[in-house]
Antibody, heavy 115, light 113 residues
C-alpha cells in the first residue's frame, strides 16, 4: 500500500522560503507524476505543480516564478520550495501521486506565514 | 485556465435519499483521441486530504461504494449519491485534469437534513 508522508517547517515569516519534503513508502517514484497542491479557506484547492520521475516539471503560472519541485529517487522523496512567502501562502500543503487524478495524498502540512 | 464551478455550494439531504452535485467546466474536458472526460470527484472530511471517488467522469475508484456515481459529458457533470448515509457528510470537489494548471471546483458541503 503506497503511503505519502510529509514533513517540513510549519511557521514562516514573510519573505522566507517554504520547504517541504514528501516521502513515498510502499511504492516507487518511477512511472508516475508527483504533485504539490495547497488548500486555503480563501482560494480552495490549488494545484502548485508536478514532476515526473525523470525530473520534468510543470507549474501553475501563478506561482511559477517562486516554485521549485524536485525528486530524489535514491531516497524516494520529492520536495517543494516556495520562496518569498507572504501571508497569502498560508495553507495546508499536500503532496499527491498523479498524473491528473490523485488517488494517493500525503497527510497535509499546515504552513502559516506570519510576522 | 479552465474554471470549474460547482452547484450548489451546500446541500442538506435526508438519510436514504439521493444527493446530486453539479459541476461545470469553462471549456470542454473531453480528449477526443480516447473519448474520455478528464474529470475527477473527491470527498473530503475535516482534517483529512481529499479522497478520490470517481475518475474519467464516471469510473469509480477501487473500494468506493456503488451508491456513488458520476455522469455527464461536454462541460456538465454530476456526482450522485443514491442513498445518503451518515458517513457521506463531507465536502465534495470536482477537478479537471485535462490541462494544466489542473483546477478544482469551490466545493459542495453535504449535510444531513
Amino acid at each position: 500500500q503506497v503511503q505519502l508522508q510529509q514533513w517540513g517547517a510549519g511557521l514562516l515569516k514573510p519573505s522566507e522560503t517554504l520547504s517541504l519534503i514528501c516521502g513515498v513508502y510502499g511504492g516507487s517514484l518511477s512511472g508516475f507524476y508527483w504533485s504539490w497542491l495547497r488548500q486555503s479557506p480563501g482560494k480552495g484547492l490549488e494545484w502548485i505543480g508536478e514532476i515526473n520521475d525523470i525530473g520534468s516539471t510543470d507549474f501553475n503560472p501563478s506561482l511559477k516564478s517562486r516554485v521549485t519541485i524536485s525528486v530524489d529517487t535514491s531516497r524516494n522523496q520529492l520536495s517543494l520550495k516556495l520562496n518569498s512567502v507572504t501571508a497569502a501562502d498560508t495553507a495546508v500543503y499536500y503532496c499527491a501521486r498523479g498524473p491528473g487524478d490523485y488517488g494517493y495524498w500525503g497527510q497535509g502540512s499546515l504552513v502559516i506565514v506570519s510576522s | 485556465d479552465i474554471v470549474m464551478t460547482q452547484s450548489p455550494d451546500s446541500l442538506a439531504v435526508s438519510l436514504g435519499e439521493r444527493a446530486t452535485i453539479n459541476c461545470k467546466s469553462s471549456h470542454s474536458i473531453l480528449y477526443s483521441s480516447n473519448n474520455k472526460h478528464y474529470l475527477a470527484w473527491y470527498q473530503q472530511k475535516p482534517g483529512q486530504p481529499p479522497n478520490l471517488l470517481i475518475y474519467w467522469a464516471s469510473t469509480r475508484e477501487f473500494g468506493v461504494p456503488d451508491r456513488f456515481s458520476g455522469s455527464g459529458s461536454g462541460t456538465d457533470f454530476t456526482l450522485s449519491i443514491s442513498s445518503l448515509q451518515a458517513e457521506d457528510v463531507a465536502v465534495y470537489y470536482c477537478q479537471q485534469y485535462y490541462t494544466t494548471p489542473y483546477s478544482f471546483g469551490q466545493g459542495t458541503k453535504l449535510e444531513i437534513k
